[in-house]
């Protein structure tokens, strides 16, 4: 029984293929969410006060307020001053190439599999049992 | 019967559908399933338009959650900080959750229940232009329209209920 009924579109680009749209949209969201987690994961580790944070940037506590609150306007500049102010962090760069790798070995929850072959087993069954009985 | 099963069965009926992160090689830490309304919105291919662009995003958004990102939960409905990932509606004792995909405008609020710890059902959205104030008959209508789709899914089974923040999300959460 499938748990997911549509198949991930997101390929690789090729040749001079035009990207689409929402692919674009899609791995824009992951890099912000990935850095907002790296500077929001350094905030809470630190435990510093928001307060703390604005005095050391010399903004207001509504500017760090709002920085914090999503990485929406947020820059290059910004990740490296909200990182170093932190703690005296920077960021490391890398590359990877999440569609060359492999598939993750399970999608779904164990218990979701043992629950969804059982209830095909029991389809079998019915199915068998109706073919036995439309025999009689 | 559990509720795990109920899910297996809603899936077999194409009621209920998993949402592993899009991309194939992340893990999945935390489980989500999706109404058909919803599964429709994430799943690729979006339109060539703001609309299918703001969806591609907001896939991203729930995929945060299901790859285990640090995720922010905001327990009290009308006192959270605009960081939180995911807040508790008013009233808490319905149970309802919602995840603020707040960036780019428009943004966009996904409404659901926990089945259980660290598996999230997700019922409805909308965008949160349409949605008015925190107490507004719009916000009120979208939060019994989640309730009512829980009830037809899962009528012998309130949603999951926990002590904290760690009942519901059990690690990389950060409660506010």
Redesign the interface.
Known sequence: MPTSQRTSTLYKPKGDEQIPLGTLGYFEARNRNRVYDLVLSEFLRSGISQATLARRLGKGTDVICRWLGAPGNWTLDTVSNLLFAISGAEPEYGVSRPLDGPQRNFAAPEWLSVITSDSNSTTVKMDEHKTELESL | MSI??E???R??E?RL????P???????VR?MFVGEAI?EAV??????SPD??????????L??FTEG??I?IAEHPFKK???AYMARTHPPKDEVWDIRS???KPAIRVLGCFAETD?FIALVYDYRRNLGGPRSREWRNLIERCKAEWRKLFPSFPPHKGEDVNAYVSTNV?PL
């Open positions: 795990r099963a899910i297996g069965y899936i077999g194409g559908f998993q949402l592993p899009l991309m194939a090689s992340a893990p999945v489980t599964f799943t690729p291919p979006w339109d060539r299918g662009y703001r969806l591609s995003r907001l896939r991203a958004d995929d945060a990102h640090l922010s900080p605009n960081i707040r960036d780019p598996t950060y």
